[in-house]
């Protein structure tokens, strides 16, 4: 059973171009978690989705950030004219509902130069 | 939100040697994971332990719910159980892990 799968694993991006992260869940499971690992700042939640829904979304940044998960195809995480601060790593997480144990993807390391 | 404090921030230890590394957390949880961050930035799943003890090889951790803590005990360390552990949590109904700031652990031959 393969785990929860992320690509690409590294992204390297200039200030202004769009950065396409994609995750797909274990098998079997259909809620989905992204999260953010910045520099000296720990783990930090930015979305849960469900398919072809967003459940909650409170730790997205207004701008420029935008998450989907379609009936059909991996979950998408896209960042817009993206910034040197958005250079970080993003983590997806899987599960088979609430309060369920959530297993984590490998990352992308996004770099903005 | 619910705030996770996890301690001690920093361990030095000689190969062998045992270790508790503890987790804190300010309201009542349904979910409480520790992972493992190793050299190569991958977040590996230690225990799912929102209550009770359990144990896997070297490693086994106990949450007493009711005084809001957890901790997890390294028994022989080696050289690879070297990174950072990550406590995380979700209150209540909530889905979202809220993760405490890690301990980093450096194990030395």
């Known amino acids: 059973n393969a785990g929860v799968m992320q690509n690409p694993r590294h992204l390297v991006r200039r200030r202004g171009q769009e950065a396409r992260l994609r995750c797909s869940p274990m098998?079997?499971?259909?809620?989905v978690y992204w999260y953010r690992q910045l520099p000296e700042e720990g783990l930090k939640f930015m979305v849960y989705?469900?398919?072809?829904?967003?459940?909650?979304e409170s730790g997205m940044p207004k701008e420029r950030f935008s998450a989907e998960f379609p009936k059909e195809g991996p979950s998408i995480l896209r960042i817009q004219q993206v910034v040197r601060g958005d250079s970080a790593a993003y983590f997806c997480?899987?599960?088979?509902?609430?309060?369920?144990?959530?297993?984590f993807g490998p990352g992308t390391r996004l770099t903005v130069t | 939100g619910i705030q996770v404090e996890q301690s001690p921030p920093d361990l030095i230890l000689q190969e062998g040697a045992n270790s508790t590394l503890r987790c804190n957390f300010s309201?009542?949880?349904?979910?409480l994971q520790w992972f493992h961050q190793n050299p190569w930035g991958q977040l590996i799943n230690l225990f799912y332990?929102?209550?009770g003890t359990k144990q896997n090889g070297r490693l086994s951790a106990t949450t007493v719910a009711t005084e809001r803590y957890s901790l997890l005990y390294i028994s022989s360390s080696q050289t690879t159980d070297s990174g950072v552990y990550f406590c995380?949590?979700?209150?209540?109904?909530?889905?979202?892990?809220?993760f405490g700031k890690g301990i980093t652990l450096s194990v030395r031959p």
């Open positions: 997480a899987s599960s088979p509902g609430v309060g369920y144990e959530q297993y």
């Open positions: 309201d009542s949880v349904n979910n």
């Open positions: 989705l469900q398919k072809e829904n967003i459940i909650d």
């Open positions: 098998k079997g499971h259909s809620h």
């Open positions: 995380a949590v979700t209150p209540g109904a909530n889905s979202k892990l809220t």
């Open positions: 332990i929102p209550s």
